[in-house]
């Protein structure tokens, strides 16, 4: 099936002032649509055309990888940010004290994780098969999903993400990143 | 020996409007000053490695302690590329290559139109952030070839000798270009330095017999060596992805797991 632009979940205003509209024309409307439009180009007559998008992830390779896993990482991205950020609920709370020492713990050793990317790439909390939780890090496309672990949250740390709001300032950016998290999406991602 | 930051060899509103100020001053300043700090910093650990040149520790990485490989490979890449970048660069630049480069540049890539056209595509079709080169191919018959590599690693690791190269990192472009990295690098040849690039020809030239019959040819990472000696730029890219990818994660497994341990310890 072809790859599609989804809908972002607000407006394209609605994350300022810690995201700006700025910034979401381009990277929702320019970046993410070009890895849609990419995609479909390259998996058209192939054996990819039909599949569905975490299966293209999991077996694609190459350009084709680069294009699908990157429509997978911004649809599962903008779904991981809201305007109304909510504290995480006790269930999320148990888990990451349980992992991490606590939230602030969890925060903080994910902040590192993420400005510790070199490059362009993407900060990830997971679910290992064997349910505890990790923090990893992926470079360019790159997806937990082949390594057999399940996303529950993201940050995305290519230079694009930022640098219209904060220029070279990566922490300032993530700070900023902590004000917009969906805790609850992150928790009906735990299951 | 502290690694220092070197200063732009022109104004930094020199270049408008090819590059604007705004970016020029964030790249230097800020971007090309956080390698030198880093590169500083991981050396602490490697008192024995002060003395080097950042491009000694390019050629010679496995030199380095591992546990400060990576840092080294990436902020030494840094440093060393954004100098030489900054020198690719000039306010009367633009024009044509001339004498032996422009002959060997005929001879590889049959013609100068047709090499810039190359040399776009490698840049364009690099997937993130990285760099396209111009080198000298040193164990092909000193060849020109052009070459894309992802982060900032340079190809002085892999024997290669570099002539010429465009940071296609999305900080070089952004500002002014936005998404648009193929404009970006079709606008750049109106301030190519080519007078530089080809003294850089001509002192390879000059220097390589010499050097061969001194100095062993750099100690190569395989997988870089093999990746580099790739003609498709997709593939160059895909294999270091990989590397890049499976180092972090391991690195970061590291600190996850270490992390975990001492969740553990506490609960029991
Ligand atoms: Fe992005
Ligand atoms: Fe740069």
């Known amino acids: 099936m072809a790859l599609t632009l989804p809908e972002l979940p607000y407006g394209r205003s609605d994350l300022?002032?810690?995201?700006?509209?700025?910034?979401?024309?381009?990277?929702y409307a320019k970046h993410h649509k070009a890895y849609v439009d990419n995609g479909n180009k390259l998996i058209a007559g192939t054996e990819f055309e039909n599949m569905d998008l975490d299966d293209l992830v999991k077996k694609s390779s190459g350009k084709i990888f680069n294009n699908a896993a990157q429509v997978w990482n911004h649809n599962f991205f903008w779904n991981c940010l809201t305007p109304e950020s909510k504290a995480p609920s006790k269930k999320l709370v148990t888990a990451l004290i349980k992992q991490f020492g606590g939230v602030d713990d969890f925060k903080k050793l994910f902040t590192e994780v993420a400005l510790g990317t070199f490059g362009s790439g993407w900060a990830w909390?997971?679910?290992?098969?064997?349910?505890?939780?990790?923090?990893?890090?992926?470079?360019?496309?790159?997806?937990?999903?082949t390594d057999g672990q399940k996303p529950l949250l993201t940050c995305d740390v290519w230079e694009h993400a930022y640098y219209v709001d904060y220029r070279n300032a990566r922490p300032t950016y993530l700070e900023h990143f902590w004000a917009l998290v969906n805790w609850q999406f992150v928790e009906k991602n735990l299951g | 020996m502290k690694h220092v930051l070197p200063d732009l060899p022109y104004a930094v509103d020199a270049l408008e409007?090819?590059?604007?100020?705004r970016t020029m001053k964030l790249h230097h300043d800020m971007h090309h000053a956080s390698y030198v700090k880093a590169l500083n910093k991981a050396l602490e650990e490697a008192p024995e490695l002060q003395s080097q040149t950042a491009e000694w520790l390019l050629m010679n990485l496995n030199e380095?302690?591992?546990?400060?490989?990576?840092?080294?490979?990436n902020n030494a890449g840094g440093h060393v590329n954004h100098g030489m970048f900054w020198r690719s660069m000039d306010a009367s630049g633009g024009g044509f290559p001339s004498g032996p480069l422009l002959a060997a540049i005929d001879r590889d890539f049959s013609g100068y139109e047709n090499f810039k056209a190359e040399f776009e595509k490698a840049g364009t079709k690099l997937f993130g952030s990285g760099w396209a080169w111009l080198v000298v191919d040193k164990r092909g018959n000193d060849k020109l070839q052009i070459l894309a590599t992802s982060g900032h690693d340079n190809p002085l690791s892999s024997g290669y000798h570099p002539l010429l190269l465009n940071d296609v990192w999305e900080h070089a472009y952004y500002l002014k270009h936005e998404n648009r990295r193929p404009e970006y690098l079709k606008n750049w040849w109106a301030i190519t330095n080519w007078p530089e690039v080809e003294q850089r020809y001509q002192q390879f030239q000059q220097q390589e017999p010499a050097?061969?019959?001194?100095?062993?040819?750099?100690?190569?990472?395989?997988?870089?060596?093999?990746?580099?000696?790739?003609?498709?730029?997709?593939q160059i890219h895909e294999v270091m992805t990989k590397r890049e990818a499976s180092k972090l994660v391991v690195k970061e497994k590291?600190?996850?797991?270490?992390?975990?341990?001492?969740?553990?310890?506490?609960?029991?």
């Open chain 1, 16 to 27: 300022e002032p810690h995201m700006s509209r700025e910034t979401l024309d381009y990277h």
């Open chain 1, 125 to 145: 909390l997971v679910l290992n098969a064997d349910g505890s939780l990790a923090i990893t890090s992926t470079t360019g496309a790159g997806n937990p999903l």
């Open chain 2, 17 to 21: 409007p090819h590059i604007d100020q």
């Open chain 2, 64 to 73: 380095v302690p591992e546990a400060i490989r990576t840092a080294v490979r």
């Open chain 2, 211 to 234: 050097q061969s019959s001194k100095t062993p040819p750099p100690k190569i990472d395989a997988d870089l060596k093999q990746a580099l000696h790739e003609t498709a730029q997709e």
């Open chain 2, 254 to 268: 590291s600190v996850t797991s270490g992390k975990s341990h001492s969740v553990n310890g506490k609960s029991g």
